[in-house]
């Protein structure tokens, strides 16, 4: 509710109160309700201040995120972090915390790190989003950035499957994300459940229902190029829809013909 709307509903209450059996303004009580009101509407700002000081932190790194990685130095990622920790100093939002973990992964990226510099980046970026994500757990591409973290860092087995299973439960139909949770999901298909696989089947449909037409022979496919083993794994998904799985295999072929065809020239 906005100010000037508290403001309308407190004068309303106060007209009643304020007047006497003849009609007249009692001052003092006028006084009080009017000190009530410039303490509240001080309070609303002093609440609405922290926020504004921080989204205006927030400004740069949030532009330097929505470009892209290749045009960006090293530098302006530091700088994003620096400007991202004085925004948090002011409100904890966990998107700040989030874009502080883009931020990292970017600077991972750079080639000229060491592995140790790498390690410490992917921590900080660990730590970042599940900061964010302790405030705001309902945040599917958080998760998903968790559990590719994990694999990096060399986590056991679990860990990314849970992460992924929570990214999963917070957001099951992401087309930006399904086919990213398909390859970072795959090789764990022996560690998962019968409940948890039916899970990831139904991703591999919601990808192949999302992706453009055109681009289908460049996602869902060249993912099951890369990887024979999966062939089989993603036509189940298709196993009630023979209208679908053709197409896939049709998709697959061409894609398969195309490849040959660019080797043998």
């Known amino acids: 509710m906005g100010i000037l709307a508290i403001i309308a509903i407190i004068m309303a209450v106060i007209n009643p109160i304020t007047r006497n059996n003849m009609g007249i303004v009692s001052f003092k009580l006028q006084s009080l309700w009017a000190v009530i009101l410039l303490i509240l509407c001080l ?5 609405a201040v922290p926020r504004f000081v921080s989204s205006l932190y927030a400004l740069y790194p949030e532009s330097v995120l929505k470009q892209e990685q290749d045009h960006v130095p090293a530098e302006v990622y530091q700088k994003s972090l620096t400007a991202l920790d004085k925004a948090l100093a002011w409100d904890d939002n966990p998107e700040y915390w989030q874009d502080k973990s883009l931020c990292y992964l970017a600077l991972v990226n750079f080639e000229n790190n060491s592995v140790e510099q790498e390690q410490l980046q992917l921590s900080a970026a660990q730590l970042a989003i599940k900061k964010g994500l302790g405030i705001s757990p309902v945040d599917a591409f958080s998760w998903y950035r968790l559990a590719l973290v994990y694999k990096r860092l060399n986590f056991n087995d679990a860990d990314v499957t849970d992460a992924l299973r929570l990214s999963l439960y917070a957001g099951r139909v992401e087309p930006e994300l399904a086919l990213r949770r398909l390859m970072l999901a795959y090789p764990y298909q022996a560690v998962l459940s019968a409940e948890e696989q039916a899970q990831w089947l ?7 229902q999302f992706t453009p037409k055109w681009q289908l ?8 190029i890369e990887n024979p083993s999966a062939k ?3 036509e189940s998904a298709f196993m009630y829809d023979d209208e679908q799985l053709n197409l896939f295999k049709q998709a697959y072929d061409r894609a398969i013909k195309k490849s040959i065809s660019a080797t043998v020239h």
């Open 43 to 47: 309070g609303i700002l002093w609440l």
């Open 202 to 208: 139904k991703q591999v449909a919601i990808e192949w």
């Open 217 to 224: 022979p460049i996602n869902l496919v060249s993912f099951v």
């Open 232 to 234: 089989a794994w993603v």
